[in-house]
């Protein structure tokens, strides 16, 4: 049956308590929210500046799984609306004690070049799959393309430009003297130091120069703001170090770590 029949005579059922309402309220919440975070959408926040001049650090965003396909849980057994750990405590907010197969749902879309997307970082085994880290990227290339990377320009499929907006690249800013001037012009260019309450780049050296300046990170339009100025010496891009692929070809390996 899919009703049950009341008994007209019977009494009346007790109220509920107050304390029993804001139970049930407080369930009833955890349970639709984890299965909103999992099934359709998740909020994130921005960590780093990786994403800068497309999002910067703190902003926030909320990402549709719906486009993609959501991915059924792995770890059935976490403390609802965390990951890896519980906030303040700093304690493990799941158990491996179950581990499910996943599968991906249908979705409405498949993923493009230039899209931003969020994922979870394959490298991370001491995680679930569905508990690494997750990060946010953009997509520059797909299955069946050819990518290289030329004197840092990108090419995708033989022709450069394959990142959209305006790509960065790091530099060495060799100057006469670090002071507040240099400081504030890099500050209203967009080159910040998010290490740095105030975000104003901090002066360095060179560990293979020795000469003194900023270690930055830009668009081609603000490098070629910077060479024309009277106070810079030099503008130079920094290569990679030995523990970077292709010298290192197996990074998370043991070449990687003696490499370092």
Known sequence: MLFRKTDPTAP??????????WFDSLLFAVIAATL???????????????MEHSLLVGDYLFVS???YGPITPQTPLQVPLTHQTVPILNVKSYSELIQ??????????????ND?????????AQYPADLRTNYIKRCIAIAGDTLSIRN????????PGAIAGSPQTTYFLEVETPNDEVRQALHDQGVVDYDQPDGYPVAGTDPETGKLGYFISCPATVAEFFKKQPY???????APGVQLFPDVADFHGSGAMSAV
């Open 36 to 50: 909103i975070r999992w099934a359709t959408f998740e909020a994130y926040v921005i960590p780093s500046p990786s």
């Open 65 to 67: 799984k719906l486009h």
């Open 232 to 238: 810079v010496k030099s503008l130079t891009v920094t």
């Open 152 to 159: 840092g320009e990108i090419f995708l499929n033989g022709k």
């Open 12 to 21: 009346p059922q007790p109220p509920k308590t107050k304390s029993r309402e």
């Open 100 to 113: 499910l197969p996943t599968y991906r749902l249908p979705g409405f879309s498949s993923i493009k070049r």
């Open 116 to 124: 931003v997307v969020v994922f979870h970082v394959p490298h991370e």
